[in-house]
T-cell receptor, first 114, second 113 residues
Framework: DAGVTQSPTHLIKTRGQQVTLRCSPISGHKSVSWYQQVLGQGPQFIFQYYEKEERGRGNFPDRFSARQFPNYSSELNVNALLLGDSALYLC?????????????FGPGTRLTVL | GENVEQHPSTLSVQEGDSAVIKCTYSDSASNYFPWYKQELGKRPQLIIDIRSNVGEKKDQRIAVTLNKTAKHFSLHITETQPEDSAVYFCAASTRGGSYIPTFGRGTSLIVHP
């Protein structure tokens, strides 16, 4: 029973570059959420997708975008990288249905911007 | 939007002692409260959760209590062990058009053998 998977594990970029992070949810789950976790803080919500539609967006600039594919996998794109974008990016998968929906996290992608 | 405050930021206990972590939330419409444990370099893992129609829930050495009137909930760990050492996050979620948890800043629990 595979859990949430993310790729790549680690990534080093320079300022101004663009990055794409990938996530595959638990089989049967239709919702994917993206979080940014800076060292010493809790995960901060970026996006949530359900059935390929954006269902929520956090307080992040337009440089951040995401999409969900027909197989429910998802990509997070960040353009014009800044030093402050260095963080652990977590993807969480949930069924997307029901009134109290548990989220299960992937291992994360560690992004370092130099 | 929802705001979740978590205390303390660091908690140091001796093995066998109990540990209590407290969270408050601002949105009275929040109805789902999960707790996550994150070990160094690893993903957050759900350890227990509570729904708004329940006041307390236990799972072996872990328990969570919820006071909806006061808008606070707590995690209780009894008979702590060194492997309980980790960062613990509380979260509060509201079901509306979407279902998005707001996380606390985390509590670093250190259990000394």
């Amino acid at each position: 029973d595979a859990g949430v998977t993310q790729s790549p594990t680690h990534l080093i970029k320079t300022r101004g570059q663009q990055v794409t992070l990938r996530c595959s949810p638990i089989s049967g789950h239709k919702s994917v959420s993206w979080y940014q976790q800076v060292l010493g803080q809790g995960p901060q919500f970026i996006f949530q997708y359900y059935e390929k539609e954006e269902r929520g967006r956090g307080n992040f600039p337009d440089r951040f975008s995401a999409r969900q594919f027909p197989n429910y996998s998802s990509e997070l794109n960040v353009n014009a990288l800044l030093l402050g974008d260095s963080a652990l990016y977590l993807c969480a998968s949930s069924s997307g249905e029901g009134s109290m929906d548990t989220q299960y996290f992937g291992p994360g992608t560690r992004l370092t911007v130099l | 939007g929802e705001n979740v405050e978590q205390h303390p930021s660091t908690l140091s206990v001796q093995e066998g002692d109990s540990a209590v972590i407290k969270c408050t939330y601002s949105d009275s419409a929040s109805n789902y409260f999960p707790w996550y444990k994150q070990e160094l370099g690893k993903r957050p893992q759900l350890i227990i959760d509570i729904r708004s129609n329940v006041g307390e829930k236990k799972d072996q050495r872990i328990a969570v209590t919820l006071n909806k009137t006061a808008k606070h909930f707590s995690l209780h760990i009894t008979e702590t062990q060194p492997e309980d050492s980790a960062v613990y996050f509380c979260a509060a979620s509201t079901r509306g058009g979407s279902y998005i948890p707001t996380f606390g800043r985390g509590t670093s629990l250190i259990v000394h053998p």
